[in-house]
Structures are given as C-alpha cells and as structure tokens.
C-alpha cells in the first residue's frame, strides 16, 4: 500500500482558502474513487471534495470549523501502490474538476478579478477592496510578506497591517468598518454576556461563515451607491383571479406550483428590455449596460441566511419556463445544491417581502447591480374604480413594489417610469389567457 496526499483543489482565481464544514467519512474508511469525503465552504458556493482514488482514509488533517488554505493537506489515503509516501499530484489535480461548478468559479472569477500590480502578487478582491478603503500605498504594500499560499497577501495579513500600522493612522484605522469589525471580534464580551444583578443581559450568537459573507456584502453596497427607493401600488386582481382559475390544471400538467413570482418575472424582463439603463454596472466613470438579463431572486434558507439564484435570459422564457425555473432554484438553494455559476451574473435582483406579509420595504442593492425591487404582500383593500358614469369603490387586490436604484446612474425619472411600466404590464395582464 502506498500514502497519498489529499490536498483542497484550486478552485479559481480569488479563491485561496475553504472552510471545512463537514467531514462524510472517517479514519479507517474504505471509499471509491469519486466518493465524497468532505463538505467544504468558499466565498462563492458550497461544495463537496471526492476522492482521488480508491482506498482507505489514513489520517484527517483538519477538524470542522477549520479553515485550510488551497494546496494544504486535509487528508491522506492508503491506495493500491509501493509503499511510499507521495502527493500523487495528478489525481489530486482531477480533484478541483470534479467538484461541481468549479469550471464555472475559474471563469467567473478570472474574469471579474483580473490581479494587480503589487510586487507581481496576485491581489484577492477583499484584499483589493481593504486596500482602497484604508487608503494603503504602494509602497506600504511593499513593505508586506504574504502569508497565503505562493506568498499570497490574505485578510489576515491585511488586518495585521492594519493593527500594527503607524500612530497617525491609528484612529482611522480604528474606526475603519473592515477593521473594527475584526478587531471586535478578537475582544468580544465572554459567551456568559454582561452581568447584571447575577442575571445575563444577553446571549452572544456567532455569526457563521454566510452570515459574514451578507453582512460584509450588504455594508460595501450601502457604502458604494447612493440608495433612492421609488414605490408604487398595483392593482393585481386580474393576475390573482387568472392564477386560482389555473394553478390546479397547471400542477397537473407541469408537476409545478404556479406561484406569483414567474408572472412578476415576465413583466420586470419586459420593462427591463424597454429600459435598459436599470439593467446595468458601474465602472469607474463607465456605466456598462449589460444585454443579457439575468434575474436574481432572493431566497430565504432555513438557517436564516439569504442567498440570490439566477435566472439567466430571462426575457426568453414564458411563464411556464420561469414558474420550472424559479421552482427548481428555491428547491435547490433550500437544500444546498446549487451549482456556483447559479449564483452568479445576476444583473438585476427582485426580493418577495409578501411571503413574510410584509407590505414594502427598502431593499439594499445586490452589487455590482445598480437597482432591486421588492414586492410585497398582496392584500385586498378598498380601491377607487375611475369609470365614465363615476368613481365607486370597489374591494381589489393590491401589493406595493419598492425600487431601490443607485443615484449615481439611475435618476428619478428612469426608476420611476421602470416602476410604472412593471405596473403598467401587471396591470393589463389578460385574465383569459391560456397557458
């Protein structure tokens, strides 16, 4: 018999490390060749590791929670062979193709982060992004050694800089949202909380990994674009009377439930196509106008966590095809199946507030996007109905939308005449037509 090495696979550019989430097998374990053996964690998608090759699992390098950097050792296996030690490179590298999506990954991220210039270090996006915020020189940047893998400048090299960095800019460093919110983390209160009386005042909740991930998200959006939120009433009762009159016909022939989504889905890609400025990204002085339209939907996980699968071309499918491909994403993103490249190139965003009976909201941009709309409960209210003979009031069924676009780019004239023509399109839905 003969050890190899199993290492964590290169993932793509900008990918440098893994959270190890859940080991699938344990020492002493026969496996086959492409059996799972551990559940890991990156900044872009949640995946599985297989194995290399058929064999016994000697050794687990890492324990859960861990976090390993890319070419580490986490594991390493007895397989058919002389009795030698070796990294068995070849089958390791077959590893990172095997793991669902990881094709996609290395596109996505060599596109969106080509590196920079820093002493001829490839520079993360993190690592791009602390650097800008913190105002950091080139030649403070030289002055640093990398601790990551090829010599690699990782967060953590970053935010010890930044705790070690000369007095005068202590108090900006301080007070820095990247910094402070690691050096609190590094000073919290004891997991008793606070005394009082004898009593605890509070309970100390970690945030886990995504939890990390949306908050750091959603605070470089809010500090990125100036938010303006636009709201609108629709009158939907059309749309909610075609719907009851067809959903159970359409769960039989489709084996799908018609919720509301695809119909919304339909009407933002038509307003999108006569509006294209809401369907766009910021670069530099650039407004880049993207032709594809790639509708993230919002979803809510049961670990109280959100993540935003996309559909992609949406402007192409009918409601049939959006109503299968909403469908099969929710499902997908509740039991963490998802592929990275469904979360990925989104160029517009829509979060459903009425699954909670909220009735509006002011959602936060999904950067790079520069606009969300939020759509909330559908509730029947007493309307005014405008007629020839007279006004009446009549019991309708209305929700709100909410716009949230980036002042930079959107004005109020583009996101409100957007807002209107989705209300327009919802509004003059045809309730007898056919499927």
């Known amino acids: 018999m003969k ?14 490390d893994a959270t190890i989430t859940r080991w699938l097998v344990s020492v002493g374990d026969q496996v086959d060749e492409d059996t799972p053996i551990v559940e890991i964690a990156t900044d872009k998608v949640d995946s599985e590791i297989p194995a290399p090759l058929a064999g016994r699992i000697a050794a687990i390098e890492f324990k859960e929670g861990d976090v390993a950097q890319v070419g580490q050792v986490i594991a390493i296996m007895e397989v058919e062979g002389k009795d030698t030690h070796a990294s068995h490179q070849p089958e390791i590298d077959k590893i990172a193709n095997k793991i669902p999506g990881v094709e996609q990954i290395k596109q996505a991220t060599s596109a969106e982060t080509p590196g920079a210039d820093f002493s001829n270090i490839y520079l993360s996006p993190l690592v791009k992004s602390i650097i800008k915020q913190e ?3 080139k030649e403070e940047m030289e ?4 601790t990551g893998l090829g010599g690699r400048i990782t967060k953590e090299d970053m935010l010890q800089f930044l705790s070690n960095r000369k007095p005068q800019n202590v108090t900006e460093t301080m007070t820095s949202p990247i910094a402070s919110k690691e050096m609190t983390s590094h000073h919290a209160p004891s997991q008793k909380g606070e005394q009082n009386g004898g009593e605890n005042e509070f309970e100390i909740v ?3 990994r995504m939890r990390k991930l949306i908050a750091g998200h959603m605070v470089m959006s809010k500090q990125t674009s100036p938010h303006v939120t636009s709201f609108i009433d629709v009158d939907l009762t059309n749309i909610v009377k075609w719907r009851d009159k067809n959903k159970v016909d359409f769960q039989r022939k489709e084996g799908q439930k018609l919720t509301y989504t695809p119909i919304f889905f339909e009407a933002i890609a038509k307003a999108i196509k ?29 670990s109280g966590n959100l993540i935003v699968p996309v559909i992609k071309n949406a402007e192409r499918l009918n409601i049939t095809g959006l109503a299968i491909a909403i469908n099969d994403l929710a499902e997908r993103a509740r039991t963490n199946k ?5 979360i990925q190139g989104g160029t517009f965003t829509v979060t459903n507030l009425g699954a909670f009976d909220t009735l509006a ?5 999904n950067q790079p996007q520069v606009a969300i709309l939020a759509i909330g409960a559908i509730k029947k209210v007493p309307v005014v109905i405008e007629a020839a003979e007279g006004d009446s009031i009549g019991i309708r069924s ?11 780019v959107v004005d109020g004239a583009l996101g409100g005449m957007f807002l209107k023509r989705i209300k327009n399109l919802l509004e003059q839905f045809d309730p007898n037509r056919v499927l």
Do not use: C, Q, W
């Open 143 to 146: 002055t640093l050694k990398g």
């Open 206 to 208: 970690p945030m886990d």
């Open 361 to 365: 909201g002011t959602p936060i941009i």
């Open 274 to 302: 006569e509006f294209p400025g809401i369907n766009a990204s910021v670069d530099g002085d650039n407004v880049l106008i993207k032709k594809r339209i790639n509708i993230g939907m919002a979803t809510a996980l049961p």
């Open 338 to 342: 998802l592929l990275p490249d469904e």
């Open 3 to 16: 050890r190899i090495d199993v290492t964590l696979p290169a993932m793509g550019e900008g990918i440098t």
């Open 398 to 408: 209305v929700a709100i939308l909410s716009l949230a676009y980036d002042h930079r």
């Open 135 to 137: 105002n950091i020189s």
